[in-house]
């Protein structure tokens, strides 16, 4: 009966690691964005691009590598729209953001139909065109060992090479912010831009290399979905994470450690609606689909109305920087 529970818990976590790590690239990327004082929120659209775009080239050339640095490219044009926008012209961030995500959402729908002719879904890439789960060393080895094996042959080893990448993204992202000149210049342009421009700092190209990043980790987000999650680019397949980043980087009030624990709550939630769909609760019954579906957006609503404290962003986020003139 142990075992059983065992490996039904350890599937589940397994679940919650492949299903949390395009929600906690595009965390981060919305982490460094907000630090510097730029309110995004085109995360879902960014993914949306990248998916296409990684989908599409890992199809017609049958290679993930290109796949992965066509998503990121499309992924970074966004940002510097995003940037070009509410830095360059200071507009309304909110706004822009918006309409990025319209953007991506019309684009990716009208050309997938357009060069596939597969109602906006690119055909099934070939293996070649697609991440491979990696096993780690010893994983077979030890799959017999009581606990331990099951651990770290099921949960630790057999993902894809973006997932280890997003997880070890989360330190990286904690020295660079905390850790480095650039990180504090970031941290102080999100709370106090007159301060950094009178330092003899650009604010603009420090807010400028804030939303790069953010476009480099959007795109790594996105194409994770079409490459490697799955098997080519379906319309709309972000279904919502960009926003569900976001509001887990409000829950994580704009820190990497917590943003990675807030990713791995809505991914479990994910996770545990699929376990149990279709599956009859001792003591409640069936109950429907889509309630196990809606949890990780109803966490989602609470959350942002308020239930997890006080978060507070940085002083100077979603106002544009005006130098003054002496």
């Not at 002719?117 to 065109?129: H, N």
């Not at 799959?143 to 280890?164: A, D, F």
């Not at 421009?197 to 790069?212: F, H, Q």
């Given at each position: 009966m142990f075992e059983t529970y065992l490996h039904t818990m350890i599937l589940i976590l397994d679940s919650t690691v492949r299903?949390?790590?395009?929600?906690?690239?595009?965390?981060?990327?919305?982490?460094?964005?907000?630090?510097?004082?730029?309110?995004?929120?085109?995360?879902?659209?960014?993914?949306?691009?990248?998916?296409?775009?990684?989908?599409?080239?890992?199809?017609?050339?049958?290679?993930?590598?290109?796949?992965?640095?066509?998503?990121?490219?499309?992924?970074?044009?966004l940002a510097l729209l995003h940037g070009f926008a509410s830095i360059t012209n200071r507009g309304n961030q909110i706004v822009s953001g918006v309409a990025i995500n319209f953007l991506a959402a019309g684009l990716t729908a009208l050309l997938g139909q357009s060069w596939f002719?597969?109602?906006?879904?690119?055909?099934?890439?070939?293996?070649?065109?697609?991440?491979?789960d990696i096993e780690l060393p010893f994983a077979e080895q030890v799959?017999?060992?009581?606990?331990?094996?099951?651990?770290?042959?099921?949960?630790?080893?057999?993902?894809?090479?973006?997932?280890?990448l997003a997880f070890a993204a989360v330190?990286?992202?904690?020295?660079?912010?905390f850790r480095t000149r650039f990180g504090l210049r970031l941290r102080a342009v999100g709370e106090n831009p007159a301060a950094v421009?009178?330092?003899?700092?650009?604010?603009?190209?420090?807010?400028?290399?804030?939303?790069?990043?953010?476009?480099?980790?959007?795109?790594?987000?996105g194409s994770y979905l079409s490459i490697a999650q799955s098997s080519g680019f379906i319309k709309d397949m972000t279904a919502?994470?960009?926003?569900?980043?976001?509001?887990?980087?409000?829950?994580?009030?704009?820190?990497?450690?917590?943003?990675?624990?807030?990713?791995?709550?809505f991914g479990f939630l994910d996770a545990v609606a699929i376990r149990l769909q279709g599956q009859e609760i001792p003591g409640i019954g069936d109950v429907p689909v889509q309630f196990f579906q809606a949890l990780p957006y109803i966490l989602t609503v609470i959350l942002l109305a308020g239930f997890i404290g006080k978060a507070i962003p940085p002083k100077a986020s979603g106002v544009p920087y005006l130098k003054e003139r002496t």
């Open positions: 299903l949390s790590t395009p929600l906690l690239l595009a965390c981060l990327a919305g982490l460094y964005s907000e630090r510097s004082g730029i309110v995004d929120i085109g995360l879902e659209g960014k993914m949306l691009g990248a998916a296409f775009g990684a989908g599409a080239v890992g199809y017609m050339t049958g290679n993930a590598w290109l796949g992965l640095l066509a998503g990121i490219g499309v992924s970074i044009f002719r597969q109602g906006g879904r690119t055909p099934p890439l070939p293996k070649e065109g697609r991440f491979q799959e017999t060992v009581p606990v331990i094996g099951p651990i770290y042959s099921e949960l630790l080893s057999g993902h894809n090479i973006l997932v280890y330190p990286l992202t904690w020295w660079i912010l421009d009178t330092a003899g700092i650009s604010v603009v190209w420090l807010r400028y290399r804030a939303v790069i990043a953010c476009g480099i980790l959007c795109g790594v987000a919502g994470r960009g926003f569900i980043a976001l509001a887990a980087l409000i829950f994580a009030k704009w820190k990497p450690g917590n943003a990675m624990l807030a990713c791995l709550l």
